[in-house]
């Protein structure tokens, strides 16, 4: 089928010894929005992370929009640009202003006018509401705006797929509502998404689908209504039960 | 009136206090003063060791009697907040008063009340001061080594050409921005070589330098008209070619007349000197071991093995032998690996031996700033789709660099103090030249006014390099 976007079929992973990620299947559809939770250690973050393959995995296929990742992918950086990551600790770079950030891979990387990256990242940077901002350096924001400015900085490459890895756990709770409404308004903007994320409430508002993982392996994967609603392995009831 | 406690004075007799103790610092400056301008001791009649420490006492008292805390008084308590702390600080900071006052009187008769800078022979120098006579005389060698004094002028030049195009920079206007970086690490670098080399040297050798100006100069103009995807490669191809076709066909022929022509006369490296060579090879070996150090530094974390290893063994190996013997062997055991006809200057080969010897210690220190960086910068950089070098060039590297600006200033002073070790293969840089000059027998014994003079100069040099760092660093200053 063309419109799945990501295809993950029986994807292993070590570190060393250690298995991290066990027997993965997963398929994401076009303009889908994932949900990927469970408890930490579980491997979710591995997951994502192999998907624009900043992590490599040792065994099955993982397939991105027609391209299978493998060792011998000659233009990764190709598909690493048309797939958008967004960190737990922001990493926006330090040493550029919020609009250099923003600019940098589009200049460089799509070799885009300086000025049109520039109204481009305006742009994206007036969603997440932080236009005003955009001469100050990361250092001089809060969390919940670095967070925004990195959003914008991967929608600034425009992405197809936008991955998020715990976007809101390194936020005081204050700022967490900022960043969720970020990621809401691009949701509703059709963008296809995988959020790792503990935030149950955005899960419930904004995902189709919500996976759940433990041990390195998917325990359960359903419809998000049916998902809370009724659980079906153990695990994942008791797992729902602490965070709810 | 409130009771006086002498053991410990507070703030109700602030002024009983701060008149017996301001009297007694200012009595135990004056006795030490007294003696150390006029050789007159007023506490002669007490018994030796008490007279010996008596200022001392009698300023320890008075400090402590002016130890009062939030006196209101502003200049009080600065005093008392940086100088004058604890019983300790107060003694040390009177011991080092008083070390000044004494070493002053015989520094000031050396450097300036008891020296001597008129005429021009040693017969001057009668007084017990310094006999600048001898700098005075000797300056033009310590500048300029044993250069022909005609040809002075073509040093002069080039060094005020080179500061003029390493200046350039801060004129560029937005549009040229972009290639700054460009110009310093690529092109600069080979001007500087051009001038130094070519111009310095003079000789048949300055033909080439003229081709060289002369294809650099075409090139330039026809670059404006080639698309400006293709101008890297037109950049480096081009010069090249039309260098060659400049030196063995346009002006072949013509090459051998111009040997008839006045050239300008051929001075060769071993005439160099003086702190102009401290300069060219400095310059020379800090442009030079930068970018190899970078090159290691990054080698060294590769994945390739090939390039990780050689990285790991240049660095170790560099860093493992003395530099005198790295110099040595440049100079003596190096030319023996070269076939018959081939020659490489003797200074092409120092510069070459200090800039792989310093690069080592480069890579390291730029190494040690790679490390710092947060793994997530890597991770984002990779995120937006950049490669290796674009990650490295747009990311990594500026952070890491200014990181490490402390360091790498730390190296290249290093560096600079290093270059009189070059005296080993025969090279008189400024220290050398001192070395040639104390020899003479008609200026023996002035030792000390040369290696004092060197001092300063070396103190400028390294000062100014320091400071620039500084300025570097707090104008890269962007987070926290």
């Known amino acids: 089928m063309s419109d799945k976007i990501i295809q993950i079929t029986e994807m292993n ?31 979710k973050s591995t997951l994502i992370r192999c998907i624009n393959r900043l992590e490599e995995h040792q065994e099955g296929s993982i397939i991105v929009d027609g391209n299978e990742l493998t060792a011998d992918t000659k233009d990764i950086e190709k598909i690493r640009a048309e797939v958008g990551m967004v960190f737990q600790q922001f990493n926006l770079f330090p040493h550029l202003s919020i609009l250099d950030n923003c600019t940098l891979a589009p200049i460089w990387v799509k070799k885009m006018p300086k000025k049109d990256a520039e109204d481009l990242a305006i742009q994206h940077l007036e969603k997440v509401q932080i236009a005003d901002q955009a001469h100050k350096y990361p250092g001089q924001l809060s969390g919940g705006q670095q967070q925004r400015c990195a959003i914008a900085r991967a929608l600034c490459m425009e992405p197809k797929i936008m991955l998020f890895d715990e976007p809101t756990s390194a936020l005081d709770p204050e700022m967490i509502k900022e960043v969720l409404d970020a990621m809401v308004n691009l949701a509703k903007a059709g963008m296809t998404m995988i959020v790792v994320t503990h935030e149950m409430g955005f899960a419930k508002e904004v995902a189709d689908e919500v996976i759940f993982m433990d041990e390195g392996m998917i325990v359960e994967k359903a419809e998000t209504k049916e998902f809370f609603a009724n659980p079906k392995s153990d695990r994942t009831k008791l797992f729902l039960s602490q965070i709810l | ?65 002016i130890r009062i805390e939030y006196s209101g008084l502003k200049f009080l308590d600065s005093i008392n907040k940086h100088i004058n702390t604890n019983n300790f600080n107060a003694f040390l900071s009177l011991l080092i008063v008083f070390v000044v006052i004494k070493s002053l009187p015989p520094l000031l008769s050396w ?49 005020i050409a080179l500061a003029f195009l390493g200046t350039i920079g801060f004129f560029a206007t937005e549009k040229f921005k972009k290639y700054l970086t460009l110009y310093y690490v690529v092109i600069y670098p080979v001007i500087a070589f051009f001038f130094i080399f070519f111009f310095i040297s003079g000789g048949p050798i300055f033909f080439d330098f003229s081709y060289g100006i002369i294809a650099a100069v075409i090139s330039i103009i026809i670059g404006f008209f080639i698309p400006s995807k293709f101008k890297m490669y037109y950049f480096i191809i081009v010069p090249i070619t039309l260098y060659i076709l400049l030196k063995y066909v346009f002006f072949y022929e013509e090459l051998i007349e111009l040997g008839k022509l006045e050239a300008l006369e051929w001075v060769e490296t071993g005439a160099w000197g003086g702190l102009s060579l401290t300069f060219i090879v400095s310059f020379f070996c800090l442009i030079f071991c930068f970018p190899i150090g970078l090159f290691l530094s990054l080698g060294r974390r590769s994945d390739f093995p090939i390039i990780k290893y050689f990285s790991i063994g240049m660095i170790e190996f560099w860093r493992g032998v003395p530099l005198i013997t790295v110099l040595f062997m440049s100079s003596v055991m190096f030319p023996m690996f070269l076939p018959e006809d081939m020659f490489i200057d003797k200074l092409v080969r120092v510069i070459i031996a200090i800039s792989l010897f310093e690069a080592a210690y480069v890579a390291e220190v730029i190494r040690g700033g790679l490390q710092a960086l947060p793994r997530g910068q890597y991770d984002a950089a990779k995120s937006l789709g950049m490669g290796y070098w674009k990650m490295h060039i747009l990311v990594i590297l500026p952070q890491a660099l200014k990181l490490v600006i402390p360091g790498i200033a730390n190296t290249f002073l290093a560096l600079v103090k290093d270059t009189p070790l070059i005296f080993v293969v025969g090279l008189l840089e400024i220290v ?12 023996l014994g002035f030792a000390m006014e040369g290696y004092v003079f060197a001092s300063v100069l070396f103190f400028i040099i390294c000062y100014a390099m320091s400071k620039y760092s500084y300025n570097l660093e707090q104008k890269y200053k962007t987070e926290r």
């Open chain 1, 13 to 43: 992973k070590w570190f060393g010894d250690f298995q991290v990620l066990k027997n993965i299947n997963l398929e994401v559809e076009k303009n889908k929005k994932i949900v990927v939770c469970g408890p930490s250690g579980s491997g």
């Open chain 2, 111 to 159: 450097f300036i009340l008891d020296a001597n800078i008129a005429g021009d022979s040693k017969d001057v120098c009668t007084g017990t001061g310094a006999c600048w006579t001898y700098i005075k005389i000797w300056f033009n060698r310590f500048m300029y080594g044993m250069y022909p004094n005609a040809e002075q002028w073509r040093i002069n030049l080039s060094f």
């Open chain 2, 1 to 65: 009136m409130n009771k006086l406690n002498f053991l410990q004075p507070d703030k109700n007799n602030l002024n009983t206090y701060l008149y017996t103790g301001t009297i007694l610092v200012a009595l135990s400056i004056f006795i030490v003063f007294l003696n150390s301008f006029f050789n007159k001791d007023l506490i002669s009649f007490l018994p030796g060791t008490l007279s010996f420490f008596l200022p001392l006492i009698l300023g320890f008292i008075g400090l402590h009697l």
């Open chain 2, 432 to 443: 050398g030249m001192l070395n040639l000059a104390k020899t003479n027998p008609e200026w």
